[in-house]
């Protein structure tokens, strides 16, 4: 065989291309616990001169290589475990010199650039793929551009990705050949293809199967039945591919010399329906308060507003709260003082920009920069809405200055585009020019990140969210991934500024305060992009969009979407991304949630009696305990607490 | 899918936030112009099919945000592009000093021979002009771009600007074409080959694996 573990590294190789992220997926006869390491796959010249294709796992590769600048990558989420380190560093560095992967290049017979370039598979023995590697960019084609000057070779005349190496073995190079050439059609009339294609849709898996049975006869009893050219179209070609794919995606082959293991990959549980509750309402609120007017239930109005939202009447109270202008635990004279307080450092902060003479501002170019970008933003922000329409509109000049005051309360950030969008929906309900700055400022608090001067955070943030969608609709991250659109740079406008711009402002409203709770899990608005993108899915990937197309479709979708469909379907996907068997530390360490491996022992739990019918879906209450359950196929969702049960009830 | 154009050009319109990028093309796309638009997140683009010389041509226009901390995010969409507007507003001293900033931005972000074009735009508001036309065509000539005075507002220039520099491009399209060798269709229509491959499904064998 001809991938072995190398003991010891010939002093004298020498490196003749490396290609780093290449993740190890499979090898035949290596141990579980070496794969999904990454590292690097190299063409090698040994001493004899001879070649060899080499992969080393990172822990043998120094850490100053900065070529891997993984910042826009496209970065898999095969979960990769976190290797336990014990012992010093030298057997380490032992043991992961034994992990080493070679291939020599007189014994290579076959290689396979697939999945858009991110897997190739190498084989030195007809029919069985003994190395799959995973290209974390995408990018195996340049090495396999690099491997045919090493190796001269023919392409398979039916699968474009398939190499075969002709120079040293002509032997098995016939095979290959007549493996490609293979016709799976034997029967001849369009009527087979089209029946073909009819069962695909019905049953994918086991049509799948029966091509791959008649593909089998062929091998073993000869392909007397071929007549004829196939005619396959376009259309049918397209069905096959995609049928192709999804079976290989569902499914992952182990194998050793004897045996194959065929695994049905990790899924997804089923998605919950969690419909949206009522939202807050006055009364619910008012009895919140203690006598002094405390609200000591902080998690459980959180819920309330997180499940249903608030009622309007008492939007402008509750949303002081959220934006942690008013502390929760504060009483009613409390927070009169603090209102005080905040209301005399407000005018003080404007104070300072309002007396700036005209010489000052002359000679100040970083404020009047600062200032026209302001102006020229307020003069095109919401002015359809009545509230802005109209010329010498009283509330720009609000606008304005509360826009202003910011820039002198946090000179450092100052006015960044997407600021007057933030800001426009909290004057337009609160109506007060000082409580608008404070819970603009407590909003700017949560989404500051959004505004960085190098843009890191957005950057982080649609990393973040490859990653979940990857996890959660990896079919559709592969697609944006295949077109180019792997950096989500679609969804920028939905992150900059919360959505502002994709809904009405009477549901901007709604999301935004649901959002504030930050429940169910940090990042949920990320979620809401995933169940935006989810929804849209068929028709990304049905019409087949390319780059452009993707960014089209996603900004036509301003104005059209549904508020609590949106809602209930993201909180859907959290249930199922917390509840999956494969969940990765990765996606963990996005939503805020304990990583998988520091996850305490649970105790084994008292059986909760099944209130509802037995159709599988109950709510349980149990007015001892301080969670209510929710049970959704077979999925327990903790709703509510205690508290908050009895307020709604 | 028939192709309903000949050629697809790709176009970018930049500058500094506010000179009227999206009023320009909303001009262009819709004939149409509002006076409550609305400030650009991100980038987008429209689509107008013209005539030329016979030819059908689609322009595909994008439109990005101008202010400074996006432009990692909006530079990543200058590859491809055939033609740049590079706008500037007549009553905007510092936009128009912006200009040479832009330029340079493409010269880092762009390829080498795309073609461009300054104009200066809402030149309507005479009133308020503080950059004089003068200024403008001595820029223009300094960089050896082709210049013109806009108003999205009155509809002036624009569409004589879109059509000067779809058709500059299409010359030296092909330009291109006629010297590499027979008439053969090679460098020049790159962009139209990438997009007929895109649509292209694959070979459906390619995806046919032993499993």
Known sequence: ?649 | MAKTYDYLFKLLLIGDSGVGKTSILFRFSEDAFNISFISTIGIDFKIRTIDLDGKKVKLQIWDTAGQERFRTITTAYYRGSMGIMLVYDVTNEKSFENIKNWIRNIEENASADVEKMILGNKCDLDAKRQVSKERGEQLAIEYQIKFVETSAKDSLNVEYAFYTLARDIKAKMEKKQEASNPPGNRSGVHQLKDSDRQRKPTSWLSRCSLL
């Open chain 1, 1 to 649: 065989m001809s991938s072995s573990s190398v003991e010891d590294i010939p002093e004298q190789c020498r490196d003749l291309f490396t290609q780093d992220g290449v993740l190890l997926k499979s090898c035949m006869g290596r141990p579980i616990s070496d794969l999904n390491s990454i590292g690097m796959l190299c063409i090698v010249q040994n001493v004899d001169s001879s070649k060899c294709i080499e992969w080393r796992p990172n822990d043998l590769i120094t850490i100053d290589s900065d070529t891997q600048d993984q910042e826009w990558a496209v970065v898999n989420t095969i979960g990769r475990r976190q290797r336990t380190l014990s012992g010093n560093m030298t057997s380490d560095y032992a043991a992961a010199r034994a992990r080493i992967i070679r291939i020599q290049l007189n014994e290579l017979k076959t290689f396979k650039c697939s999945r858009n370039n991110q897997q190739m598979q190498f084989s030195t023995k007809p029919g069985v793929w003994h190395n799959t590697f995973y290209f974390q960019h995408g990018n195996a084609e340049i090495f396999v551009a690099n491997l045919k000057n090493h190796v001269k070779t023919a392409k398979t005349r039916h699968d474009r990705n398939t190499y075969v190496v002709v120079e040293p073995n002509v032997e098995s190079q016939e095979l290959n050949r007549s493996f490609a050439e293979l016709d799976i059609f034997t029967e001849n009339t369009t009527d087979v293809v089209w029946n073909f294609v009819h069962n695909f849709k019905q049953r994918p898996y086991a049509t799948t199967m029966e091509a791959f049975s008649k593909l089998n006869d062929i091998v073993y009893y000869g392909n007397e039945a071929v007549n004829g050219k196939r005619d396959v179209t376009e259309e049918v070609a397209d069905l096959l591919t995609k049928s192709m794919s999804a079976l290989e995606d569902a499914t992952s082959v182990t194998r050793s010399d004897e045996y194959e293991v065929i695994n049905v990959k990790p899924t997804l549980p089923p998605r919950p329906c969690i419909p949206r509750g009522t939202s807050l309402s006055t009364e619910k609120w008012e009895g919140l308060h203690d006598t002094e007017g405390r609200i000591t239930e902080v998690e459980g109005v959180k819920q309330l507003i997180f499940r249903g939202g608030v009622a309007n009447s008492i939007r402008h109270s509750v949303w002081k709260y959220l934006l942690d202008y008013h502390p929760w635990t504060m009483t009613h004279a409390e927070i009169k003082v603090l209102q005080k307080k905040r209301t005399e450092e407000y005018f003080s902060m404007k104070l300072q920009w309002r007396s700036m003479t005209e010489g000052q501002e002359a000679r100040f170019s970083e404020y009047r920069d600062r200032k026209s970008l302001v102006e020229k933003d307020v003069n095109r922000t919401d002015r359809t809405h009545p509230f802005y329409a109209g010329d010498n509109n009283p509330n720009l000049v609000i606008l304005q200055d509360i826009l202003m005051t910011y820039v002198m309360y946090n000179f450092d950030l100052g006015y960044v585009q997407g600021m007057s969008d933030i800001l426009a929906p909290l004057l337009l309900l609160l109506g007060n020019e000082v409580d608008s700055f404070w819970c603009f400022v407590g909003f700017m608090d949560k989404i500051a990140s959004n505004f960085d001067m190098d843009q890191a955070g957005m950057k982080q943030q649609l990393l973040n969210l490859q990653q979940l969608l990857m996890f959660a609709s990896p079919e559709l991250a592969r697609h944006l991934a295949a077109k180019d659109s792997a950096n989500m740079y679609f969804c920028f406008r939905w992150l900059l500024v919360w959505f502002k711009r994709e809904f009405s402002h009477k549901d901007i409203m709604r999301l935004w305060e649901v959002l504030w709770t930050g429940l169910p899990c940090a990042n949920f608005h990320l979620l809401i992009c995933v169940a935006i993108l989810d929804s849209e899915k068929d028709v990304i990937m049905h019409k087949d969009c390319g780059f452009t197309e993707i960014l089209k479709h996603v900004n036509d979708l301003s104005m059209c979407l549904d508020v609590d469909r949106i809602l209930s379907t993201a909180e859907g996907i959290y249930h199922q991304i917390i509840s999956a068997p494969h969940l990765t530390d990765q996606v963990c360490v996005i939503l805020g949630i304990p990583t998988v491996g520091a996850k305490p022992e649970e105790p084994e739990e008292p059986e909760v009696p099944q209130a509802g019918p037995t159709n599988g879906n109950a709510v349980t209450y149990n007015p001892d305990m301080e969670e209510v359950t929710l049970e959704y196929n077979g999925l327990q969702i903790s709703v509510v607490t205690q508290t908050v049960w009895a307020l709604l009830a």
